[in-house]
Structure formats: structure tokens, C-alpha cells
């Protein structure tokens, strides 16, 4: 079983920083891209930024030059650290894994397509 657990969100103003953190956990062979998602109210979810195994990122054009993803292979986490909030950043951050399990025989299957998700947590900027 797979588990995404995502840290890091809260009420900050305008100008200000976070940094989310989403550690995945269980029967985990290799994770391949990890992402952050979020969704504001009544809108759809959105991608945020993506991150492959091997480093590569790509960020939605609203937070280029203010977000930046990474990661940590050995400790199978996620990092956003996002700078000069506005209140349009206000919303559920989800973090993304795309991934491979191992399994109890020893064999190396995919997991769910479209990825594992976190349970989300709130950013609110304040103007």
C-alpha cells in the first residue's frame, strides 16, 4: 500500500514563502515523475510543477521564476518551495507520484495509473 503524506501549508501574506513537503511511503520500487497539483475553490485542479527521476522540471507559466520543485530520491520525497505568494495561489496543494511497486514475489509492476495522491494541504495568502 502507498501512501502520500504532504506537510508544509498554512495562512501566510502576500510576498511571503512556503515550502510543502510530500514523502511517499510503502511498497515503493522506484518513483518516476512527482508533481504538485492544486486547486482553488470551484476551479479545477491544476498543475502546479512536475519533477522527473532524473531531475528534469517543468512549472505552469503562473509560477515560473517564483516556484521551484525538487526532490529527494533517497528519502522518496517532494519539496515546493513557492516565494512572492499572491492570493491567486490560494488553494488544496496535492502532491503526485508516478511510480513502480514491488510486490511480495519480488516482481516490479506499475502502480495505478495516473499516480498516487496526497491527501492535500491548504495554502491561503492573504492580501
Known amino acids: 500500500q502507498v501512501q502520500l503524506v504532504e506537510s508544509g501549508g498554512g495562512l501566510v501574506q502576500a510576498g511571503g514563502s512556503l515550502r510543502l513537503s510530500c514523502t511517499a511511503s510503502g511498497n515503493i520500487f522506484r518513483i518516476n515523475n512527482m508533481g504538485w497539483y492544486r486547486q482553488a475553490p470551484g476551479a479545477q485542479r491544476e498543475l502546479v510543477a512536475i519533477i522527473s527521476s532524473g531531475g528534469s522540471t517543468n512549472a505552469a507559466d503562473s509560477v515560473k521564476g517564483r516556484f521551484a520543485i525538487s526532490r529527494d530520491n533517497n528519502q522518496n520525497t517532494v519539496y515546493l518551495q513557492m516565494n512572492s505568494l499572491n492570493p491567486e495561489d490560494t488553494g488544496v496543494y496535492y502532491c503526485?507520484?508516478?511510480?513502480?511497486?514491488?510486490?511480495?514475489?519480488?516482481?516490479?509492476?506499475?502502480?495505478?495509473?495516473?499516480?498516487?495522491w496526497g491527501q492535500g494541504t491548504q495554502v491561503t495568502v492573504s492580501s
Open positions: 503526485n507520484a508516478d511510480l513502480l511497486l514491488i510486490m511480495s514475489d519480488r516482481t516490479v509492476v506499475p502502480g495505478t495509473p495516473g499516480g498516487y
